[in-house]
């Protein structure tokens, strides 16, 4: 009875395959020729003569051929608003035009600074956009990094995207730039959307720093120099190199990774960060120290001396940051709100600016190189 049973299911199945796939509602489909695939967005505005906002919004798209080459295809909207930019450029592309696949958003500085709340909305609520997308500020017109040829690639978007994805490897940069990363952290307590800056120098397309939001608006953009500092501050285990060099030119290059630990106290209304940096590397190039491969005292000079390199560094990055920039771009506000409360309605940023933050640094050396010459 069982097996009897058994065979009339397995009947029932085919029987129901059969009939939904040869005569159920066909699901209409594209080839890829019949498509234009999406790499990259740029967003920037402009004001009319009322003053109101035009959105401005690029897409560079791949078309792939019959031939099986591909062209690359520039597609722009303008509108009073992002849906509206959506109409404008269908009417002047040939292609139905795919979103899903986009690897980078590219905001030109002026639009981040007006805010890019409009943007985060539009993208948060369509299930198609992909949320692994990298958020980058640009200086200038989107509208020229995606026009910007680069050998070896189809489309300047594709080089962008691995250009943020591979900064991780030095300058302490983290791969989390990601769109759905800016979305949870636009509004969360304590928490601020920090973004890699490029800019088209003689050499091509460059990240020169980083952009810092206090909630959905641009507060300042980041140096290289300073872009280092923060990452190291703020990030966990994150990569790059760090130099000491005399006026005479030698120098000792160390690369490292950097781990961090973050210690919160309250004292009265004030509040107190302590950041404990453990950094551990290799020396990779060195003409300052003498003799660094067979003596360990000449490598636990460096390590004092870089120790010591590393909290001025630190330290001036800090009153830039409580005085210039007056914004949380360490993330200290989110420790504290997680020890102490959410929702009390304070300004995290403010509360930052106005507090004691000390930092410890620990350098070591595990390896010199082969030796000496």
Known sequence: MKKYM????????CSTFFLVFFTGKKMGSLSVEDLGISVGVGMGIDKNSEGDIIYRVSTTANEYKQDESVESILGNGVGTTIGKTREDRQKKIGKKFFLGLSKIYLVEEGYAEYGIRALMDVNFKNPVVNDNSFLVVCKGRNEEYFKYTIPGYDNSADYISDMIKNSSNYNFFKENYFFKNAILSMDAEGKNIVSPYIEIMEDGIKITGMGVFKKDKLA??????????M??????????ILTIQDQSGKYVNYEAQSKRKIKCMKIGDKYKFIIDLNLEGEIINNTLYKNMAGDTKVIKKFEEDMSKKVKEMCATFLYKMKNEYKVDCLQLGWVAAAKYGRDTGVDWDDIVSNSDIVVNAKVHVDKVGR???
């Open 220 to 229: 300042t953009i980041l140096d290289m120099n300073d872009t280092k500092i």
């Open 231 to 240: 990452n190291m501050l703020r990030e966990n285990k994150v990569k790059g």
């Open 371 to 373: 030796g000496e010459y």
């Open 6 to 13: 058994n065979t009339i299911f397995i009947v029932f199945l």
